[in-house]
Structure formats: structure tokens, C-alpha cells
């Protein structure tokens, strides 16, 4: 049953129009513009912004149980080797060791499996230094650390690889002799399960899902006035959240619980209870604050099983946190890539082809794609793209803010770049030109160009290479499109109690974007109460399922619950205090913590005496994410992906040292949007990280591995360079409010397309600045210094 809704669609303060709508019968009236909210797209300070400065916030990290163990575990300390043996006698009868368990398979979805290569084996194949093998729970972590030095794994050594092009060539040793076994897509960048591998290189994956190769890219360089073409390389980055991964399990007759540093907690339940054969009511996973997440924290990990069968077998809480070095080797990085891009355009800018040759490595693990920009951003008639997983004998990737898109962007963006200059164009009018989709997409776009533009003073850029100086000032500029992700089975709870307060549970948890406060928000709304009114409880798996915290979805995903089951609780509520009002339900407002009859405010009662006259202990209402409303381009169980994508753009300026080579970024504009926005301070908050983030992997993050022993040099945070805070710009951010009637809410994320464009846009400022491009990344002083004498 649906009905049409007239609601808002375009951009607020440049061209807002409305759009028809069949949407559920059931679904609330649209909302108007944020301007005309008392609640939504109000910037209020997170709720728990106190108790996170304070330290009073309670992470995974900061668990503690009556009678609880700690654990460490035994890793792999070679690259590749089948294991002879694991003597772990010694450990067992140290002082204080309660438990001791060796793997007997490692799990699916932290790295591939070989299933033929494997047959037969007692223990898993080593394929990394750092590997996982076994766990050990004591009374203290230091005899836990103590008790590991003890346990004796004989190896039979195999040739094993860490390079991508050494791992390309034919005579490489082998990663994984067999077809593997894979789980979901790991890196999620691409190359998905199936396909054809010849050494260490699997694919082609063509890029399919995101409108795949089409028309025929001979021809289209044939049409070609100007071709630019370049070969990009970029690094591998870890993901290096404040938390590391880890949790505490706790194994008793009547059911585990597992307290879990998660982006995902009902993710987390689902494997834990498919692995442990319990039942999913007989798990419960909560996560009260998760120190970051940026795609690897997503289920039980081999670090959960061993926890759990630690508990299991000790009959005690066991908490196992990874050190930072284990976090850096073990649970994920986004992986690298080279790759090749060639693209075709006439003399006024259309495009006539597109083509990228990708390579990644995200060692034993798949999913190393570049993404889907070079086929999805720019409409052009004729696009291939062909990429490809180069195993090696390193960690697993994991996905990572945007999985792809950062590399992606990096080489699509300076080639835009280039082609601009070559046709003696504006980059911007260039843009202008070939982003021509015709979407809410290709508008937004347009509107980021011209606002960030005016504020960043675009105008002012000179001829590359201006400066005559050795220290070179310069400006440039990137854009992302990112996919708009919705999690299906979302649901949300909201309960009036009986004294007038009211509460919402979801099952979501806050990894740092401020989930509880949003939660709060769009309920507050219905209920004309204040947000911080709002009962807001999440990280529970006791509540009803809430989205994963990935592919920049609780908001879209949350909010539409939430708002529906308010909306239905409101109305409920309506009903039942009309008449002490002497009004009909469907005309009792709520507003500014009063209820009233539409027409007779000056009638009213307060929240609290309206639900008192009403005489209930407790109204409480469900509701799921219903699917939007215009409908998905793709769906699957947990997994819809809008029609309409969520992007932005990015000025930035840098200043280079041509004698030293040092980069320094000194201002980033970065213009973005997310649909409506809930909260704009905590979207502004995104905005910051995902160019922090952005800054650090252009200029300074790398993992070192040594090709001898497999081992990452600078698994730590000291040789493993971040941006601090004296390398973090002036950062301006400004965000469109955006309508697309796709829900009943219209939010969307912004935590992964923040940190999208924010290289390349380095990048391109690089080329202004000195008349050469960089094509690889970090931009740390030996490669600048390569790229200005090449
Ligand atoms: Mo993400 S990289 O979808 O957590």
C-alpha cells in the first residue's frame, strides 16, 4: 500500500523544487527544510563529547570483569611455511596460565583460504610474518607475554614474496597454489569472489557492479583529439584507530557475551554464534564507544575466536586487545596499487574513452581495486576497466574508508588535470563539462565547484611553476562521487514511558560520528521535546538490529527508523491525550516540549502532564528502514545501494621545497554533502577527519615491509608517520543541505567521501606549485625529490 508525497528535491539556496513520491502507506509526512526544524539540523555538541574528553567513556579497551584473564597471542614469526609442529607444553604449566588455544583454521573473512593447499594440515599455512597461530590467557598480561616466548612452532620454510611486481612475475612464489576460498569482498574495492587467478594475480574484475565496461575504448581514442595517459602508484596505509581491535568475551552456560571494539556489533553476534554453533539469542555483543573504525572492525576476527574459545576453556572473561604493532601487521590496510589510465578527449573537453589497468596488493587477502570512479564520475561512451588482486605474503586488507576511492580519485583527478591543461582549459570548467550526468549527483557537483571556488579564490591560481624561488607555491582541485549505502533490515524502538519520558534503542554503535546524538535528534522532532530529552541507547544487540558502521550508512540507514517508529509513537500518543485536550488525535501537536490542538495553542499541556493525563505505563513502537523511495540500482540482504550518490570537492594549497622536498599543505576547502544534514557540527567533525585523514595518507603514511623476513619495519606509531598537529591546515568546510525524497529522513553519510579527494586535490596543488607531477604516493621528501628531477 503507498500513496504519492510531494516532497522537497534539490539543493537549499541554490535551486530547491519538489519531487512526487510513492511511499508505504505508513510512512510520516515529509519533514521541510532544516531551517524549519526545531531539532534536526541543529549543531549540537555530541552527548558524550564530556565523557570522552573526561576519559569517563568506557571503550573495550577500559573493560573490567570480576575474575577476567588477559591474553596475547603466539604469531607466525616467518612469511610462509607449512607448520611441522606447535609444542605448547611448556606454556600450559607457567604460573598463572589458565587457558591455551591453537588454531585449527584461520578465520574466512580475515584472509583467503586455500582449501586444496591446506588439505590435510593439522595447522593453518603460514602466509604472513604476524600471522595468528595461537592464544594464551593468564591471570596477567604479563604472564600471558611471558608464557607465549614458550611455545615452540617448527616451520617448514616456503619461498614466500612481499613486492607486488616481484609477486606478478611468473616465477614468484606462490601465495596460494590453489583457488582460495573467499569470504565477502575483504578490501572491497573490487575483484570479487570467482575469478580466474594465474599466480598471484586474480581477475580481471571489470567493474561490473558500477556500470562496467561499456562501448569500445579503441574507438573512443581513435575520436580522440588529446589522449593523456600515466602510471600511478600508491601505498599501502593501516588504519591505525586510537582503539586498537579486541574484545572481551565472556563464556558462561547460559550464553557469551562480547564486549567488542566494533563498527559492527550485530556482526560480531552473527559470527560469533556461526562459529561457536550457539544459537543468535544466546550471544550479546555490546559496545558502549568504539575508538575509531575505518572499515577493518567488522566481525570476530581470529583475535575473537581465539578470546572466546580462551573463555570457553578457562570458564572466565578473557580480554584480548591487539597491541599496536599487531594492530598495524594483522587486521587490515588499504591496499596498494599501480595503476595505468589512459583517457581520450575532443578539443572542447567531451570525453571519447576511459581505461584503467589497476594492480593492487592487499597480501593475503583480495578486494585491492582502485573503485569505480573511473567508470562511474565522468559519463563517457566508451570505459573499460580491468583490476586486478596481486596476493603476496603480507597481511590481509580490510576495507578502508571508502575502499578504492582515495587511489582511484589520486589518478583519475590528476589526469583530469593534465587533460585540462593540455586543452588549455580551467580545471573547473573542464568539470563543468564532463560531469554531466543530469543527476541530483551531477548538480550538487556543479554547486561544490562554484561555492568552493568563491571561497577558496580559485581566481587567483597562476600558470604552474610560477614561483621562481625554490620553495613553490601552488593550488589545486579534486572531486568524489561515493555510493550512498543503506543497511535494509535496519530498526529502531522507541518507548514513551508512563512519567513522560521517552526512549530509542538501536542496536548501532557510535565509532565516532556521534550515532546516540543523531538517534536523539530525529526522535526529539516528533516529540517537540529537546534532544538531549531523549533516552539514546545504542551498542546493544539486545536492541533492534542497527546498520554496520561502514560504507558511511547508520545515518541513512538509522534515521528513517527512528523518525518512523517516533512518528508512530507520537501518534499513538496523539490519540490517547486528545481528549483531555477536547481535540481529535490527528490534530494534536507537538511542540517545544507542549501539546496542543493544532489552531488552540494557547490550550496546552506540558509533555510530561499530557502523558501523565494519559494514564500508560509504556507506548512503545517499532520500526524498519523502509526502502527508499525512488528504490536501489542494487540490493541485497544487508547491502542497497541508492540511485543517488553522496560527493563532494576539495581545494587545496600547498607550499613545496623543491631543495628538500617537503610538502606542506597549508589550506584545504572542502565542500561536500550528505543529503540532509542531522547535525551539521558533527558532519563538519567527519568533514575534518576525512581530511586529516586525506592529508596523512598523501604525505606521510607508508608500511615498510622488509622482503626478508616478511616483517613490517615500522609497525608502530613513531617510523609509522601520521599527520600531527602541527601539519594539519586551515581546514573550511561547507556543506550543501540536499533533499532527493529517498526517505523519510533523506540523510545520508559523509564519513568516507570526506577523505576521497583530499590527495588528489594535493596532488593536482603539487603540479601547480613546480610544473611536475607526482605520481606516487606518499608525497614524502626522497619520492618528491624523484618526481621534481624526473
Ligand atoms: Mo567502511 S571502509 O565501509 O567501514
Known amino acids: 500500500?503507498?500513496?504519492?508525497?510531494?516532497?522537497?528535491?534539490?539543493?537549499?539556496?541554490?535551486?530547491?523544487?519538489?519531487?512526487?513520491?510513492?511511499?508505504?502507506?505508513?510512512?510520516?509526512?515529509?519533514?521541510?527544510?532544516?531551517?524549519?526544524?526545531?531539532?534536526?539540523?541543529?549543531?549540537?555538541?555530541?552527548?558524550?563529547?564530556?565523557?570522552?574528553?573526561?576519559?569517563?567513556?568506557?571503550?573495550?579497551?577500559?573493560?573490567?570483569?570480576?575474575?577476567?584473564?588477559?591474553?596475547?597471542?603466539?604469531?607466525?614469526?616467518?612469511?610462509?611455511?607449512?607448520?611441522?609442529?606447535?609444542?605448547?607444553?611448556?606454556?600450559?604449566?607457567?604460573?598463572?596460565?589458565?587457558?591455551?588455544?591453537?588454531?585449527?583454521?584461520?578465520?574466512?573473512?580475515?584472509?583467503?583460504?586455500d582449501p586444496k593447499a591446506e588439505a590435510g594440515n593439522r595447522y593453518p599455512m603460514v602466509r604472513y610474518t604476524g600471522q595468528p597461530l595461537a592464544g594464551i590467557a593468564a591471570d596477567t598480561l604479563h604472564v600471558a607475554e611471558a608464557?607465549?616466548?614458550l611455545v615452540k612452532v617448527e616451520y617448514e620454510l616456503l619461498p614466500h614474496v612481499t613486492a607486488l611486481e616481484d609477486a606478478m612475475r611468473e616465477d614468484a612464489p606462490q601465495v596460494f597454489p590453489g583457488p582460495t576460498e573467499q569470504r565477502g569482498t575483504a578490501g572491497g574495492g573490487g575483484a570479487f569472489p570467482g575469478l580466474p587467478q594465474r599466480g598471484n594475480v586474480r581477475g580481471p574484475d571489470s567493474g561490473q557492479m558500477f556500470g562496467g565496461p561499456h562501448g569500445d575504448v579503441d574507438t573512443g581514442f581513435s575520436e580522440a583529439d588529446v589522449i593523456v595517459e600515466g602510471e600511478y602508484r600508491t601505498q599501502v596505509q593501516t588504519h591505525v584507530p586510537m582503539e586498537t581491535h579486541g574484545l572481551v568475551a565472556d563464556w558462561r552456560e547460559d550464553g557469551l557475551t562480547i564486549?567488542?571494539?566494533?563498527?559492527?556489533?550485530?556482526?560480531?553476534?552473527?559470527?560469533?554464534?556461526?562459529?561457536?554453533?550457539?544459537?543468535?539469542?544466546?550471544v550479546r555483543v555490546l559496545s558502549d564507544f568504539t575508538g575509531g573504525g575505518f572499515g577493518a572492525k567488522y566481525g570476530i576476527g581470529n583475535f575473537g575466536v581465539l578470546a572466546i574459545n580462551l573463555s570457553r576453556k578457562a570458564g572466565a572473561p578473557v580480554r584480548l586487545m591487539l597491541d599496536r604493532r599487531e594492530e598495524h601487521v594483522a587486521v587490515g590496510n588499504r591496499p596498494s596499487s599501480l595503476q595505468r589510465v589512459k583517457v581520450g578527449a575532443k578539443r572542447d573537453g567531451s570525453l571519447t574513452a576511459i581505461k584503467l589497468e589497476g594492480y593492487g596488493t592487499g597480501g593475503v587477502s583480495a578486494g585491492a581495486g582502485v573503485g569505480f570512479c573511473h567508470a562511474m564520475m565522468y559519463p563517457c561512451p566508451n570505459v573499460l576497466t580491468e583490476q586486478y588482486d596481486v596476493f603476496?605474503?603480507?597481511?590481509?586488507?580490510?576495507?578502508?574508508?571508502?575502499?578504492?576511492?582515495?587511489?582511484?580519485?589520486?589518478?583519475?583527478?590528476?589526469?583530469?588535470?593534465?587533460?585540462?591543461?593540455?586543452?588549455?582549459?580551467?580545471?573547473?570548467?573542464?568539470?563543468?563539462?564532463?560531469d554531466t550526468s543530469g543527476t541530483l549527483d551531477s548538480a550538487a557537483r556543479a554547486a561544490e565547484r562554484r561555492i568552493g571556488a568563491e571561497r577558496f579564490g580559485w581566481s587567483a591560481r597562476r600558470p604552474a611553476n610560477t614561483d621562481p624561488g625554490p620553495v613553490k607555491r601552488g593550488?589545486?582541485?579534486?572531486?568524489?562521487?561515493?555510493?550512498?549505502?543503506?543497511?535494509?533490515?535496519?530498526?529502531?524502538?522507541?518507548?514513551?514511558?508512563?512519567?513522560?519520558?521517552?526512549?530509542?534503542?538501536?542496536?548501532?554503535?557510535?565509532?565516532?560520528?556521534?550515532?546516540?546524538?543523531?538517534?536523539?535528534?530525529?526522535?526529539?522532532?516528533?516529540?517537540?521535546?529537546?534532544?538531549?530529552?531523549?533516552?539514546?541507547?545504542?551498542?546493544?544487540?539486545?536492541?533492534?538490529?542497527?546498520?554496520?558502521?561502514?560504507?558511511?550508512?547508520?545515518?541513512?540507514?538509522?534515521?528513517?527508523?527512528?523518525?518512523?517508529?517516533?512518528?508512530?509513537?507520537?501518534?499513538?500518543?496523539?490519540?490517547?491525550?486528545?481528549?483531555?485536550?477536547?481535540?481529535?488525535?490527528?490534530?494534536?501537536?507537538f511542540a517545544a516540549g507542549r501539546v496542543f490542538s493544532r489552531g488552540a495553542p494557547e490550550t496546552s499541556l506540558s509533555f510530561k502532564d499530557a502523558v501523565r493525563a494519559a494514564k500508560f505505563e509504556e507506548i512503545s513502537h517499532r520500526a524498519t528502514r523502509n526502502d527508499d523511495y525512488e528504490g536501489y540500482v542494487m540490493s541485497g540482504p544487508l547491502f542497497s545501494l541508492s540511485p543517488q550518490g553522496i560527493g563532494g570537492v576539495q581545494f587545496a594549497e600547498v607550499i613545496v621545497d623543491t631543495e628538500t622536498g617537503t610538502v606542506k599543505?597549508?589550506?584545504?576547502?572542502?565542500?561536500?554533502?550528505?543529503?540532509?544534514?542531522?547535525?551539521?557540527?558533527?558532519?563538519?567533525?567527519?568533514?575534518?577527519?576525512?581530511?586529516?585523514?586525506?592529508?596523512?595518507?598523501?604525505?606521510?603514511?607508508?608500511?615498510?615491509?622488509?622482503?626478508?623476513?616478511?616483517?613490517?619495519?615500522?609497525?608502530?606509531?613513531?617510523?609509522?608517520k601520521m599527520v600531527g598537529s602541527f601539519e594539519v591546515p586551515a581546514i573550511e568546510v561547507h556543506i550543501l543541505e540536499q533533499y532527493g525524497g529517498i526517505s523519510s529522513t533523506d540523510a545520508r553519510g559523509i564519513a568516507e567521501p570526506a577523505n576521497v579527494a583530499t590527495a588528489a586535490a594535493i596532488a593536482n596543488a603539487f603540479y601547480n606549485a613546480t610544473g611536475k607531477r607526482i605520481r606516487t604516493l606518499p608525497m614524502s621528501p626522497p619520492n618528491v625529490l624523484a618526481w621534481l628531477s624526473a
Not at 49 to 60: C, D, F, I, L, S
Not at 420 to 434: C, N, T, V
Open 665 to 720: 599543505v597549508t589550506r584545504i576547502v572542502a565542500v561536500h554533502d550528505c543529503g540532509r544534514p542531522i547535525n551539521p557540527k558533527l558532519v563538519e567533525s567527519q568533514l575534518y577527519g576525512g581530511v586529516i585523514q586525506g592529508i596523512s595518507y598523501a604525505l606521510y603514511e607508508e608500511r615498510h615491509l622488509d622482503p626478508t623476513s616478511g616483517l613490517q619495519l615500522n609497525a608502530n606509531i613513531d617510523q609509522y
Open 259 to 282: 564486549y567488542a571494539s566494533t563498527q559492527f556489533t550485530a556482526g560480531v553476534r552473527d559470527e560469533a554464534a556461526e562459529n561457536f554453533g550457539l544459537p543468535k539469542n544466546k
Open 147 to 149: 608464557a607465549v616466548r
Open 1 to 113: 500500500m503507498s500513496r504519492k508525497q510531494t516532497m522537497l528535491y534539490g539543493i537549499a539556496g541554490e535551486q530547491l523544487g519538489e519531487v512526487t513520491r510513492d511511499v508505504p502507506i505508513d510512512e510520516p509526512p515529509p519533514l521541510p527544510e532544516n531551517a524549519k526544524l526545531s531539532s534536526i539540523g541543529k549543531s549540537i555538541p555530541r552527548f558524550d563529547a564530556v565523557q570522552k574528553v573526561t576519559g569517563e567513556a568506557r571503550y573495550t579497551f577500559d573493560i573490567q570483569l570480576p575474575g577476567m584473564l588477559h591474553a596475547r597471542r603466539v604469531v607466525s614469526t616467518v612469511p610462509h611455511a607449512r607448520i611441522k609442529s606447535i609444542d605448547t607444553s611448556e606454556a600450559e604449566r607457567y604460573p598463572g596460565v589458565r587457558a591455551v588455544h591453537v588454531l585449527e583454521r584461520i578465520f574466512l573473512t580475515a584472509q583467503l583460504r
Open 392 to 434: 603476496t605474503n603480507a597481511g590481509p586488507c580490510a576495507a578502508f574508508r571508502a575502499p578504492g576511492q582515495p587511489q582511484g580519485i589520486f589518478s583519475l583527478e590528476q589526469v583530469v588535470d593534465e587533460l585540462a591543461e593540455r586543452l588549455g582549459m580551467d580545471p573547473l570548467a573542464l568539470r563543468d563539462k564532463i
Open 475 to 589: 593550488i589545486g582541485v579534486a572531486q568524489s562521487q561515493w555510493v550512498s549505502v543503506v543497511h535494509p533490515p535496519t530498526a529502531c524502538e522507541v518507548r514513551i514511558v508512563g512519567d513522560g519520558s521517552v526512549e530509542a534503542f538501536s542496536s548501532a554503535q557510535d565509532i565516532g560520528t556521534g550515532t546516540r546524538t543523531v538517534l536523539a535528534q530525529v526522535v526529539a522532532e516528533e516529540f517537540g521535546l529537546r534532544p538531549e530529552e531523549i533516552g539514546s541507547y545504542i551498542g546493544d544487540t539486545r536492541y533492534p538490529i542497527g546498520p554496520p558502521s561502514g560504507g558511511s550508512r547508520v545515518t541513512g540507514s538509522l534515521t528513517p527508523a527512528a523518525r518512523n517508529a517516533a512518528y508512530r509513537a507520537a501518534r499513538d500518543l496523539a490519540a490517547r491525550v486528545a481528549p483531555s485536550l477536547h481535540a481529535r488525535p490527528e490534530d494534536i501537536v
